[in-house]
T-cell receptor
Framework: GAVVSQHPSRVICKSGTSVKIECRSL??????MFWYRQFPKQSLMLMAT?????????EQGVEKDKFLINHASLTLSTLTVTSAHPEDSSFYIC???????????FGSGTRLTVV | QKEVEQDPGPLSVPEGAIVSLNCTYS??????FMWYRQYSRKGPELLMY????GNKEDGRFTAQVDKSSKYISLFIRDSQPSDSATYLC?????????????FGQGTTLQVKP
């Protein structure tokens, strides 16, 4: 089946530093990947749509200069949280659209804690 | 009004019970309907994927879509403690790779032994 690998699974960083999260489709090519943010006991909030070879499309209210997305290849998208602040602490999840039968496949998520 | 409404629960049932999870939606353009299961601190896992109206069965799970009522359901038969998780409905109206998923709030299910 379609597998999406997301790393790291957990990261702690200091305020003001940047953190990069990687999302890889392991056995299929994904021209489009999605980045979500999830707060405790809440649903997934779409942050941006990542398109291979072009700029990401951000949802309303998401700061594109703070959440940098790069989709350099058909199997890799990265999310960089720049100048992180404690309020950026959250669970970040990526997903990719695989073959139709699989729908959307999600990564295992990254727990970011900014101290 | 949210595009997709889902009762957040929590829902607590005894082992072996039949569980019914539901979502309603307002956008008639939705054509692809999915149910995901999410364990704590993990990414969502696809359970069922349905196109348009109808029923789909996979083991203990049955998904139903009623587009005329804009209502979808997931039934879990013979529920097990391992089914304890958050269940998210999701839907999309775009068949292409750029289609965005719209999620419900998620229902937390606890199956007690």
């Amino acid at each position: 089946g379609a597998v999406v690998s997301q790393h790291p699974s957990r990261v702690i960083c200091k305020s003001g530093t940047s953190v990069k999260i990687e999302c890889r489709s392991l056995d299929f090519q994904a021209t489009t990947m999605f980045w979500y943010r999830q707060f405790p006991k809440q649903s997934l909030m779409l942050m941006a749509t990542s398109n291979e070879g072009s700029k990401a499309t951000y949802e309303q209210g998401v700061e594109k200069d703070k959440f940098l997305i790069n989709h350099a290849s058909l199997t890799l998208s990265t999310l960089t949280v720049t100048s992180a602040h404690p309020e950026d602490s959250s669970f970040y999840i990526c997903s990719a659209r695989g073959p139709v039968i699989y729908g959307y496949t999600f990564g295992s998520g990254t727990r970011l804690t900014v101290v | 009004q949210k595009e997709v409404e889902q009762d957040p629960g929590p829902l607590s049932v005894p082992e072996g019970a039949i569980v019914s999870l539901n979502c309603t939606y307002s956008n008639s353009a939705f054509q692809y309907f999915m149910w995901y299961r999410q364990y704590s601190r993990k990414g969502p896992e696809l359970l069922m994927y349905t196109y348009s109206s109808g029923n789909k069965e996979d083991g203990r799970f049955t998904a139903q879509v009623d587009k005329s009522s804009k209502y979808i359901s997931l039934f879990i038969r013979d529920s097990q403690p391992s089914d304890s998780a958050t269940y998210l409905c999701a839907m999309s109206g775009n068949s292409g790779n750029t289609g965005k998923l719209i999620f419900g709030q998620g229902t937390t299910l606890q199956v007690k032994p």
